[in-house]
């Protein structure tokens, strides 16, 4: 099982490996947008709590980015399933098939890494105060893996890259900007907020908040974001083994 | 090698009228392959062919019926039995993300390969398809006879036992399609099963020790070429008439000759041969 995960996470390293240039220039350009826009232009006259809205703002887009990243990473298996079906190869090979979907995940996990390192750089170098911790990296992962999943499953199930980006549209981008990213979800009426509230991205934008300001963590939300990972990982399992209907 | 017990295959599609209606795309095939073998399934497109290699293949699973490797049901153990498979797809299905060697080498650890194993039978597969100086190649820049080439050579790193092909020579040219032929010849000569399915009649006469020829999802007949042309008669005779294009089958030329005396318009006489057998089972030409 660990060598045909290793196989899995091994195809993408070297795709992303010859791409890794243009890869991570591509994830400099929208944190750097949010910054300069957000956190340097409008947030530089507003104060967050004792801190800058800057200092509020980093968690948050670290939140929305890597969900983004990792959701974006695992979209092109939709062609590889459909126009190319280069997925067969890995069906009629003798592996299992969680091997094949932890690898991926694995993989979109790392190009979330890369890019939420980068957001960290970034913030660092426009003066945000950060506490990264191996508790804040652990948060960071879990968002990645929840939404690498959400990557697979619609890849197994969406027919076209038309539908993958109704995904972007209604799902993605709505949450990105309410799930407590850019202003807290306090502000909003009950009935939307309760709403907000059970979305994994908010769970992550507060647990990452909430680590890098040194406040205390609510573990209730670590907790909602593993049941997310396990429903996730589930879901991703049947989504693959419907290939074989 | 490998029997199949009355397997079935449905599908969910939507008809005319969108309403979805259960297609059945095999019905009750029932066959046995024998071990060192070129088994060829010859049916027109949408007889089920695909559909069938991709069950034997455990691309995807039978409504109903068995399917064993060795007298071992393919549901006991699918790991072990998919380590003696290879499978040449129709679709050429690279992974346009890597080159050629990449994808080599990705099927190479797919089946766990030692990586000094692995490099040098991908070097050796490489070599015997004719397409060694392409390992750092991206596959779209190669042509369709070369990716084929590939598809066969991909689906031999790992010394498969059977080899599946499905439609191995589709959309080739004469020359190519001969070349290919030559490969699963030697293949074959090497012990490998070799299971192939194809609507080009000859390729099946020229490669097959026995075919099975199917339509509509269903098992019409299954003998070698020459049991199949014996069956209707050495000798054809081809003529043209007010009712359409005619055909007579003879057990001698003489038989023949003296047939073809007796018509008012000129005939032809030549041996009979697969697409003759396959017309009268099926009752449809070739690839309609």
Same mark, same amino acid.
């Given at each position: 099982?660990?060598?045909?995960?290793?196989t899995?996470?091994?195809?993408?390293?070297?795709?992303?490996k010859?791409?890794?240039?243009?890869?991570?220039?591509?994830?400099?350009?929208?944190?750097?947008?949010?910054?300069?826009?957000?956190?340097?232009?409008?947030?530089?006259?507003?104060?967050?709590?004792?801190?800058?809205?800057?200092?509020?703002?980093?968690?948050?887009?670290m939140?929305?980015?890597?969900?983004?990243?990792s959701?974006?990473?695992?979209?092109?298996?939709?062609?590889?399933?459909?126009?190319?079906?280069?997925?067969g190869?890995?069906i009629?090979?003798?592996?299992?098939f969680?091997?094949?979907?932890?690898?991926?995940?694995?993989?979109?996990?790392?190009?979330?890494?890369?890019s939420?390192a980068?957001?960290?750089?970034?913030?660092?170098?426009?003066?945000?105060?950060?506490?990264?911790?191996p508790?804040?990296?652990?948060?960071?992962?879990?968002?990645?893996?929840?939404?690498?999943?959400?990557?697979?499953?619609?890849?197994m199930?969406m027919?076209?890259?038309?539908?993958?980006?109704?995904?972007?549209?209604?799902v993605?981008?709505?949450?990105?900007?309410?799930?407590?990213?850019?202003f807290s979800?306090?502000t909003?009426?009950e009935?939307?907020?309760?709403?907000?509230?059970?979305?994994?991205?908010?769970?992550?934008?507060?647990?990452?908040?909430?680590?890098?300001?040194?406040?205390?963590?609510?573990?209730?939300?670590?907790?909602?974001?593993?049941?997310?990972?396990?429903?996730?990982f589930?879901?991703?399992?049947?989504?693959?083994?419907?290939?074989?209907? | 090698?490998?029997?199949?017990?009355?397997?079935?295959?449905?599908?969910?599609?939507?008809?005319?009228?969108?309403?979805t209606?259960?297609?059945?795309?095999?019905?009750?095939?029932? %066959?046995?392959?024998?071990?060192?073998?070129?088994?060829?399934? #010859?049916?027109?497109?949408? *007889?089920? !062919?695909? /559909?069938t290699i991709?069950?034997?293949?455990?691309?995807?699973?039978?409504?109903?019926?068995?399917?064993?490797?060795n007298?071992?049901?393919i549901?006991?153990?699918?790991?072990?039995?998919?380590?003696?498979?290879?499978?040449?797809?129709?679709?050429?299905?690279?992974?346009?993300?890597?080159?050629?060697?990449?994808?080599?080498?990705?099927?190479?650890?797919?089946?766990?390969?030692?990586?000094?194993?692995?490099?040098?039978?991908?070097?050796?597969?490489?070599?015997?398809?004719?397409?060694?100086?392409?390992?750092?190649?991206?596959?779209?820049?190669?042509?369709?006879?070369?990716?084929?080439?590939l598809?066969?050579?991909?689906s031999?790193?790992?010394?498969?036992?059977?080899?599946?092909?499905?439609?191995?020579?589709v959309? %080739?040219?004469?020359?190519?399609?001969?070349r290919?032929?030559? #490969?699963?010849?030697?293949? *074959?000569? !090497?012990g /490998?099963?070799?299971?192939?399915?194809?609507h080009?009649?000859?390729?099946a006469?020229?490669l097959?020790?026995?075919?099975?020829?199917?339509?509509?999802?269903?098992l019409?007949?299954?003998?070698?070429?020459?049991?199949?042309?014996?069956?209707?008669?050495?000798?054809?005779?081809?003529?043209?008439?007010?009712?359409?294009?005619?055909?007579?089958?003879?057990?001698?030329r003489?038989?023949?000759?003296?047939?073809?005396?007796?018509?008012?318009?000129?005939?032809?006489?030549r041996r009979?041969?697969?697409?003759?057998?396959?017309?009268?089972?099926?009752?449809?030409?070739?690839?309609?």
């Amino acid at each position: 099982m660990l060598q045909d995960i290793c196989t899995v996470f091994w195809r993408d390293w070297v795709v992303l490996k010859r791409r890794l240039p243009k890869f991570i220039l591509s994830r400099m350009v929208a944190p750097m947008l949010y910054l300069v826009a957000f956190g340097w232009g409008l947030g530089r006259n507003i104060q967050v709590g004792s801190g800058s809205y800057l200092d509020f703002l980093v968690p948050g887009i670290m939140a929305l980015n890597s969900m983004n990243i990792s959701y974006n990473s695992l979209t092109p298996l939709c062609t590889e399933r459909i126009y190319h079906r280069s997925i067969g190869e890995y069906i009629i090979a003798p592996m299992h098939f969680n091997a094949f979907i932890i690898g991926k995940i694995l993989a979109a996990v790392l190009r979330g890494l890369i890019s939420s390192a980068i957001i960290m750089i970034l913030a660092l170098a426009f003066g945000a105060n950060l506490n990264i911790t191996p508790l804040f990296v652990g948060i960071l992962i879990l968002n990645c893996i929840i939404f690498a999943e959400v990557g697979f499953f619609a890849a197994m199930k969406m027919d076209s890259y038309e539908e993958l980006s109704q995904v972007n549209t209604y799902v993605l981008l709505p949450m990105s900007f309410l799930c407590g990213t850019f202003f807290s979800t306090r502000t909003l009426p009950e009935v939307f907020r309760w709403f907000i509230d059970v979305l994994p991205l908010t769970h992550t934008s507060y647990l990452l908040r909430g680590i890098s300001t040194q406040s205390p963590v609510a573990l209730e939300s670590v907790a909602v974001l593993a049941v997310y990972a396990i429903i996730g990982f589930i879901l991703g399992n049947k989504a693959f083994r419907d290939q074989l209907k | 090698m490998i029997k199949i017990q009355g397997l079935i295959k449905e599908f969910q599609v939507k008809n005319k009228d969108k309403k979805t209606v259960t297609k059945r795309a095999v019905d009750n095939l029932s %066959l046995h392959v024998k071990p060192g073998e070129i088994f060829g399934i #010859l049916g027109p497109n949408g *007889a089920g !062919k695909t /559909t069938t290699i991709r069950m034997l293949t455990m691309e995807t699973k039978p409504t109903l019926g068995e399917i064993y490797y060795n007298g071992e049901s393919i549901k006991k153990n699918p790991l072990e039995i998919k380590k003696l498979i290879g499978v040449v797809p129709q679709h050429i299905n690279f992974d346009n993300d890597l080159t050629v060697g990449e994808n080599m080498e990705l099927h190479g650890r797919l089946h766990h390969m030692s990586s000094e194993k692995r490099k040098q039978r991908i070097q050796e597969m490489l070599d015997f398809v004719e397409l060694g100086d392409t390992i750092n190649r991206m596959p779209r820049s190669l042509s369709g006879g070369m990716k084929r080439r590939l598809l066969i050579a991909r689906s031999l790193i790992h010394e498969p036992k059977i080899l599946f092909m499905d439609e191995p020579t589709v959309a %080739l040219d004469p020359q190519v399609r001969r070349r290919i032929w030559d #490969l699963i010849r030697a293949l *074959a000569a !090497k012990g /490998t099963t070799v299971i192939i399915t194809t609507h080009y009649i000859e390729e099946a006469e020229a490669l097959c020790n026995r075919v099975a020829i199917v339509n509509k999802g269903k098992l019409i007949a299954i003998d070698t070429p020459e049991a199949f042309c014996k069956s209707l008669g050495r000798i054809t005779v081809e003529w043209d008439d007010a009712d359409g294009h005619q055909y007579q089958f003879f057990e001698s030329r003489q038989e023949a000759a003296a047939f073809a005396g007796t018509l008012e318009h000129g005939a032809h006489i030549r041996r009979t041969n697969l697409e003759d057998a396959f017309i009268e089972l099926t009752g449809r030409k070739e690839g309609v």
